[in-house]
């Protein structure tokens, strides 16, 4: 990633910065919904009317020629690129984005990227699979960034995945446990029982599972990750319940009671579906159950995006692949497990996110006086806001299931495979 290189291109005059706001506005060629600003680095203004309501949004293009080139190369991608490199800013970003959610179809043509480049991008995509090795480069690339980094902007708990909100007024903090309450109840572990977490994050889970009488193991592959939960449950005063390991789920061979695992399955790789799955059914006793939390994305739009890596996928969660819920249910029953149950609550993540954007911008300063720059924490900003936007306008939808082990053994008869 090319990163404030943009800054120091020299500015472009009046003329050529009118100019270049009328070819953006032509290639525009209008909208369906909604009215679209473009403002120009000397106040050039274009006005562009959709033929319907929607959104109203401004976009400032401090340099609008490497905004077009960027979109003619790199489409979509380049979109997210050019503001994460300072060459175009938004007052406000999720109208930016909202409004192109709302015209996509119009938009096709600025936001399609050649097919060399999405070429490039899948290529990019596959070199980060998640291997046991590409697996543990990939969390880290994410998850090791530093936790002091996360502690500004997530809730004490430090949860990160979506919160489950009851009220207008809940705290995210409180949101966060009940959606851990969620998922025990969805459970139903009978007193005392082992629980293996797979993906245990900052520990949040584990601790409030360990509270209330159960036992936990948990593996995450993050080493900043492991250190937090550790220390999190030694000062809870739980280290007889709770074992964190540093440990690839396909490494596991004790059994358990049942299993949980929050928003840690996009991060598997369509490749490593079915073996998951079978790791879940080996790794529960016979009758036990599986809880699971996982975004989805509907059935519709998933071919596309199995063939064209997204902004996600590029720069946030390399490796990452969302299910919908018809394959997950499908890979689930291939590996011998039955599901019971399905919740669905994308819009709590929409209101979780945009706490998180929130407290990011709150932060800004003590973010940018660990070392981070500016155009990391724009690159941040972006992907809150991409994320909020896909689940407000459910493009993607956030799932809780539950899964039983049957009475039987694995239909395949064979070990996980990795």
Not at 11 to 32: E, K, M, P, T, W
Not at 39 to 54: F, N
Not at 133 to 146: E, M, P, Q, T, V
Not at 225 to 231: C, K, P, S, T, V
Request: glycine content about 10%; charged content about 25%; aromatic content about 12%.
């Amino acid at each position: 990633m090319e990163l404030q290189r943009s800054e120091r291109l020299p500015a472009v005059s009046r003329s050529a910065a009118s100019r270049a706001l009328d070819l953006l506005a032509r290639r525009i060629h209008g909208l369906d919904h909604g009215h679209l600003t473009l403002i120009g680095p000397h106040g050039e203004r274009r006005e562009i009317a959709g033929q319907g309501p929607g959104s109203e949004a401004v976009w400032h293009l401090r340099r609008p020629w490497a905004t077009l080139v960027r979109l003619a190369r790199h489409g979509d991608i380049g979109f997210a690129e050019g503001f994460i490199n300072g060459e175009w800013t938004t007052p406000d970003l999720h109208a930016l984005l909202r409004l192109a959610m709302e015209n996509e179809h119009r938009l096709g043509r600025v936001y399609q990227r050649p097919a060399w480049q999405r070429g490039v991008d899948a290529l990019r995509h596959w070199l980060r699979r998640n291997s046991r090795r590409g697996s543990r480069a990939n969390i880290r690339f994410h998850y090791d960034l530093g936790n002091d980094f996360y502690r500004l902007w997530l809730d004490r708990g430090m949860g990160y995945s979506a919160a489950l909100f009851c009220r207008s007024d809940e705290s995210l903090e409180r949101a966060q446990e009940q959606k851990y309450e969620r998922l025990l109840t969805r459970l139903a572990p009978e007193p005392g029982a082992h629980i293996l977490e797979i993906g245990c994050g900052w520990g949040g889970f584990a601790e409030f599972a360990a509270r209330r009488g159960y036992r936990v193991t948990g593996v995450t592959l993050s080493d900043e990750q492991l250190e937090y939960a550790r220390e999190r449950i030694r000062q809870a005063g739980l280290a007889d319940r709770v074992d964190l390991r540093l440990q690839d789920y396909r490494e596991l061979n004790e059994t358990f009671d049942h299993v949980v695992s929050i928003e840690m399955f996009e991060a598997v790789g369509e490749r490593w579906w079915s073996t998951w799955f079978e790791q879940v059914h080996r790794r529960l006793r016979p009758g036990g159950r599986a809880a699971v939390q996982v975004i989805t994305i509907e059935e519709a739009a998933f071919e596309y995006y199995r063939r064209n890596a997204d902004f996600i996928q590029l720069y946030v969660f390399p490796g990452g692949m969302l299910p919908t819920p018809a394959r997950f249910g499908d890979a689930a029953a291939a590996a011998g497990l039955q599901v019971t149950e399905r919740a669905f609550f994308g819009a709590d993540y929409a209101r979780t996110l945009m706490h998180w954007y929130r407290e990011v911008m709150r932060t800004r300063g003590p973010i940018e006086a660990l070392g981070y720059s500016p155009a990391f924490l724009r690159m941040w900003r972006y992907y809150l806001a991409y994320c909020e936007i896909g689940f407000s306008s459910a493009r993607v939808d956030l799932m809780q299931t539950v899964m039983e082990r049957p009475e039987r053994g694995l239909p395949h008869g064979q070990e996980p495979r990795g």
